[in-house]
């Protein structure tokens, strides 16, 4: 009994010791406003960059949407949930590239878009990535979402990120000399737009699938 009332004593204590984070809130609110309006009267663009930064921002931190975990939670924990709302977002974004660029081929426009050369590089880079991915525990909106929250050795991650991604440009044209293949591969060119649509969405069906089973076996066992 004199344990039960000395636990409840200590929990009320570390409640009363719990600060206040409403008035941090609202100078944090004051100074995202004060930035926007800034930015809009001089840079309109770098405004509605700030305002999307800090909507997708905010919906990863609450969504704890992360695409290192949509790969890494099959394996450890076999939960599905990121691993289908990833697939779900490549979707939504592929309706929306489809349809730009399609407009862009239309008009006899250049194809919007980074169209890159499928090779070896993708297989080494995708290596690489995902290793260092689920070593560093977050991607990279993960890293920085995590360093938003306060999380310090996700800082160290950071500057690691930085620097292997200077580091990878500064060599961006040896490999683009030896290794990246000369050769892009854009299905719409090549089979039409409807047929490459098909077998896009088709891919991301099936695996949305595949998903959804592994994750309800997974909950069964």
Same mark, same amino acid.
């Given at each position: !009994?004199?344990?039960?009332?000395?636990?409840? @004593?200590?929990?009320?204590? $570390?409640? %009363? #010791?719990?600060?206040?984070?409403?008035? +941090?809130?609202?100078?944090?609110?004051?100074?995202?406003?004060?930035?926007?309006?800034?930015?809009?009267?001089?840079?309109?663009?770098?405004?509605?960059?700030?305002?999307?930064?800090?909507?997708?921002?905010?919906?990863?931190?609450?969504?704890?949407?992360?695409?290192?975990?949509?790969?890494?939670?099959?394996?450890?924990?076999?939960?599905?949930?990121? #691993? %289908?709302?990833?697939?779900? @977002?490549?979707?939504?974004?592929?309706?929306?590239? @489809?349809?730009?660029?399609?407009?862009?081929?239309?008009?006899?426009?250049?194809?919007?878009? $980074?169209?890159?050369?499928?090779?070896? $590089? #993708?297989?080494?880079?995708? @290596? !690489?990535?995902?290793?260092?991915?689920?070593?560093?525990?977050?991607?990279?909106?993960?890293?920085? !979402?995590?360093?938003?929250?306060?999380?310090?050795?996700?800082?160290?991650?950071?500057?690691?990120?930085?620097?292997?991604?200077? +580091?990878?440009?500064?060599?961006?044209?040896? +490999?683009?000399?030896?290794?990246?293949?000369?050769?892009?591969?854009?299905?719409?060119?090549?089979?039409?737009?409807?047929?490459?649509?098909?077998?896009?969405?088709?891919?991301?069906?099936?695996?949305?699938?595949?998903? $959804?089973?592994?994750? %309800?076996?997974?909950? %069964?066992?």
């Amino acid at each position: !009994m004199n344990q039960s009332l000395s636990s409840l @004593a200590a929990a009320r204590r $570390n409640h %009363k #010791t719990k600060h206040n984070q409403l008035p +941090w809130g609202i100078v944090v609110l004051a100074a995202i406003i004060g930035i926007a309006f800034f930015l809009f009267a001089n840079v309109p663009q770098a405004a509605i960059m700030w305002a999307f930064g800090i909507i997708i921002g905010f919906t990863l931190q609450r969504s704890r949407f992360c695409f290192t975990a949509s790969m890494r939670d099959p394996v450890l924990t076999g939960s599905t949930s990121l #691993t %289908k709302a990833v697939l779900l @977002a490549i979707g939504v974004a592929s309706i929306g590239f @489809a349809y730009i660029q399609h407009s862009a081929a239309v008009s006899g426009l250049p194809i919007p878009g $980074n169209i890159s050369p499928v090779g070896p $590089n #993708t297989a080494i880079g995708a @290596a !690489m990535f995902g290793i260092g991915m689920v070593i560093a525990g977050g991607c990279a909106s993960g890293t920085l !979402m995590r360093v938003g929250e306060g999380f310090l050795i996700q800082i160290i991650t950071l500057i690691f990120f930085i620097i292997g991604s200077l +580091w990878g440009a500064h060599d961006f044209g040896w +490999w683009t000399d030896n290794i990246i293949p000369k050769t892009k591969i854009f299905l719409p060119t090549l089979i039409g737009w409807i047929p490459a649509l098909v077998i896009q969405f088709g891919f991301l069906i099936g695996l949305y699938v595949l998903a $959804n089973k592994y994750g %309800k076996r997974s909950d %069964k066992i």
